[in-house]
């Protein structure tokens, strides 16, 4: 079992910055790969951004360089850096771990971006 843990969301301002993080436990966490997917009221989840063990990096279509992924093998974290918030973001922010085919979940947390 892989357990994420994730905390940093909030109630903000459009054009505010948060930063998310996702504690990950359970299994050796630098054979992971996290990603952050989020889900707005309505809508299906959508994929955020990704990083495998190595940091490869893989980002969905929308942030276009507004969001950060990155992750410290040392803390067993991954962080979401958003810049730039826009009323759209608004959503749960869910961190999610895949190895060997199996993929977990954390709780999510909420973010919300008024205008």
């Known amino acids: 079992q892989v357990q994420l843990v994730e905390s940093g969301g909030g109630s903000v301002q459009a054009g505010d910055s948060l930063s998310l993080s996702c504690v990950v436990s359970g299994r050796p966490f630098d054979s992971i790969i996290v990603g952050w997917l989020r889900q707005a009221p309505g809508k299906e989840r959508e994929f955020v951004a990704a990083?495998?063990?190595?940091?490869?990096?893989y980002y969905g279509d929308f942030p276009k360089g507004r969001f950060t992924i990155s992750r410290d093998n040392a803390k067993n974290t991954v962080y979401l850096q958003m810049n730039s918030l826009k009323p759209e973001d608004t959503a749960v922010y869910y961190c999610?771990?895949?190895?060997?085919?199996?993929?977990?979940w954390g709780q999510g947390t909420q973010v919300t971006v008024s205008s």
């Open positions: 990083i495998t063990r190595t940091k490869a990096i």
């Open positions: 999610n771990g895949a190895l060997g085919g199996s993929y977990f």
